[in-house]
Nanobody, 115 residues
Framework: QVQLVESGGGLVQPGGSLRLSCAAS????????MGWYRQAPGKQRHLVARITPGGTTNYGDSVKGRFTISRDNAKSTVYLQMNSLKPEDTAVYYCNTDPIPVYTWGQGTQVTVSS
């Protein structure tokens, strides 16, 4: 069964950092661009960062310069390093392929930025 498991979220103060991980099962991981998405309360889920199989990255304007996406194809894992966190980064974070989600969505990992 192909699935995703996100981890690494938590409660952090403004200005702090977190590193999220997403482990994927199955053999398709290395063939797809992967994205980190987030969904804040009352809002739709949207893409914040993506990385191609070869390592080219793109970021949403709200996270550019603060977040860094990376991947380890040998471990079928994608990471999101989040620095200079702001209260508006509070959301549940998910990973999946981009632009079309191929995996069943995981449970996500909650990130809360608050003093």
């Amino acid at each position: 069964q192909v699935q995703l498991v996100e981890s690494g979220g938590g409660l952090v103060q403004p200005g702090g950092s977190l590193r999220l991980s997403c482990a994927a099962s199955g053999r398709i991981f290395s063939s797809y661009a992967m994205g980190w998405y987030r969904q804040a309360p009352g809002k739709q889920r949207h893409l914040v960062a993506r990385i191609t199989p070869g390592g080219t990255t793109n970021y949403g304007d709200s996270v550019k310069g603060r977040f860094t996406i990376s991947r380890d194809n040998a471990k079928s894992t994608v990471y999101l390093q989040m620095n200079s966190l702001k209260p508006e980064d509070t959301a549940v974070y998910y990973c999946n392929t981009d632009p079309i989600p191929v995996y069943t969505w995981g449970q996500g990992t909650q990130v809360t930025v608050s003093s």
